[in-house]
Antibody, heavy 117, light 110 residues
Framework: EVQLVESGGGLVQPGGSLRLSCAAS????????MNWVRQAPGKGLEWVSY????????YYADSVKGRFTISRDNAKNSLYLQMNSLRADDTAVYYC??????????WGQGTLVTVSS | NFMLTQPHSVSESPGKTVTISCTGS????????VQWYQQRPGSAPTTVIY?????PSGVPDRFSGSIDSSSNSASLTISGLKTEDEADYYC?????????FGGGTKLTVL
């Protein structure tokens, strides 16, 4: 059974940093592109970042470029998102999602990041 | 930047058919596949349609997707509405290193 479990969310002050993790199981993690997608409270879905299976391809949404860094450790079946210079509008539930080809076919349960003083 | 526009909300009665539209801002929506996700409150999204009109296993055939190039839009049609279909629905596509979601449509079945 495919499972994606996010962790690392919490309350952080504006300008602060946080590192999210996503533990994957039930599939060959190193064969899949992975993503972070976020959802602000009461709002819609927003794609944040993509990393290819071999780490050679990385993309970011303009809203996080230069502040967030996506990475993965295929040996540990884990996906990460390092978030720096956090702002109030980064407050959201952050989901990791698998991308086999065109659709995000499996999602984690999400981890809440709250940026507030 | 490429954007997808959806109606904010739609409502229909049980047993009826509803169609949710998703309009591309520029270019051709047919250039990249469109996906549709269902999200119930407190849960992660799940795919109901991928590659414009394909249903994942387990999704009932009451759900169907289509593309209309003349209006640069995609549509999700749900027939034989059930109360359990009440949820938020998002369209999604891809454009030049960006994965784009529509703003979401709240479907009320009453």
């Amino acid at each position: 059974e495919v499972q994606l479990v996010e962790s690392g969310g919490g309350l952080v002050q504006p300008g602060g940093s946080l590192r999210l993790s996503c533990a994957a199981s039930g599939f060959t993690f190193s064969s899949y592109g992975m993503n972070w997608v976020r959802q602000a409270p009461g709002k819609g879905l927003e794609w944040v970042s993509y990393i290819g299976s071999r780490i050679t391809t990385i993309y970011y949404a303009d809203s996080v470029k230069g502040r967030f860094t996506i990475s993965r450790d295929n040996a540990k079946n884990s996906l990460y998102l390092q978030m720096n210079s956090l702002r109030a509008d980064d407050t959201a539930v952050y989901y990791c999602a698998r991308l086999p080809t065109t659709d995000f076919d499996y999602w984690g349960q999400g981890t809440l990041v709250t940026v507030s003083s | 930047n490429f954007m997808l526009t959806q109606p904010h909300s739609v409502s229909e009665s049980p047993g009826k058919t509803v169609t949710i539209s998703c309009t591309g801002s520029s270019g051709s929506i047919a250039s990249n596949y469109v996906q549709w996700y269902q999200q119930r409150p407190g849960s992660a999204p799940t795919t109901v349609i991928y590659d414009d009109n394909q249903r994942p296993s387990g999704v009932p055939d009451r759900f169907s997707g289509s593309i209309d190039s003349s209006s640069n839009s995609a549509s999700l049609t749900i027939s034989g509405l059930k109360t359990e279909d009440e949820a938020d629905y998002y369209c999604q596509s891809y454009d030049s290193g960006n994965w784009v979601f529509g703003g979401g449509t709240k479907l009320t079945v009453l």
